[in-house]
């Protein structure tokens, strides 16, 4: 069975600095990757997904996300970070052709200082 | 973005009550799920519908029973409310088959006292 592993519970940066989020997972194979922001009160929006082909992805936001097999990871990065950007940060791994069963990891909540 | 409302947004209720949730849909997508979300746990699949009238359990379903008589609703019922089911809980969506993205409503906050 997949699982997902985000290591760091809670990170925080100064605005303007870069950020990476780690994301591990455990597939016997390659799985769908997605990672998805939830900002306070509010459901959680798709920033990027990664399905097959370049092992690095662009999302929204100005974030992107590699792909990285022989690490089993998929790292959220973003060169500069914004105050708006603080929210807690999702990775989910699903079966390919078939993501009824997302499986989530236990999230990072990033904070933000000016 | 799937036209997602889940209603009520926030409730409170007594142990033993049963409590409806209803999630509604707008954009006529065949998947629908509902996943609670509990500090440490991040989101965990309660039960989800490949169809009208067709819905399965998920990893976290005892204690819950769901319902989707129109394409457009899915219905989480808890039956007799629990302390334990405190929780948020969020609706997802998707598309259909080869469309693998699932979208988020805004979560509903119950608080089983």
């Known amino acids: 069975a997949q699982s997902v592993t985000q290591p760091d519970i809670h990170i925080t940066v100064s605005e303007g600095a870069s950020l990476e989020l780690r994301c591990n997972y455990s597939y016997g194979a390659t799985p769908y990757l997605f990672w998805y922001v939830q900002s306070p009160g509010q459901g959680l929006q798709l920033l990027l997904k990664?399905?097959?082909?370049?092992?690095l992805v662009q999302g929204i936001k100005g974030f992107e996300a590699e792909f990285k097999r022989s690490q089993s990871s998929f790292n959220l990065r973003k060169p500069s970070v914004h105050w708006s950007d603080a929210a807690e940060y999702f990775c989910a791994v699903g079966v390919p052709y078939n993501t009824d069963k997302l499986i989530f990891g236990t999230g990072t909540r990033l904070q933000v200082f000016p | 973005d799937a036209g997602i409302t889940q209603s009520p947004r926030h409730k409170v209720t007594e142990t033993g009550t049963p409590v409806t949730l209803r999630c509604h849909q707008t954009e006529n997508h065949r998947y629908m799920y509902w996943y609670r979300q509990d500090p440490g746990h991040g989101l965990r699949l309660i039960h989800y519908s490949y169809g009208v009238k067709d819905t399965d359990k998920g990893e976290v379903s005892d204690g819950y029973s769901v319902s989707r008589s129109k394409t457009e609703d899915f219905l989480l019922t808890l039956e007799s409310a629990t302390s334990s089911q405190t929780s948020v809980y969020f609706c997802?969506?998707?598309?259909?088959?080869?469309?693998?993205?699932?979208?988020f409503g805004a979560g509903t906050r119950l608080s089983v006292l």
């Open positions: 990664y399905f097959s082909g370049d092992t």
């Open positions: 997802a969506t998707r598309a259909g088959i080869a469309k693998n993205i699932q979208y």
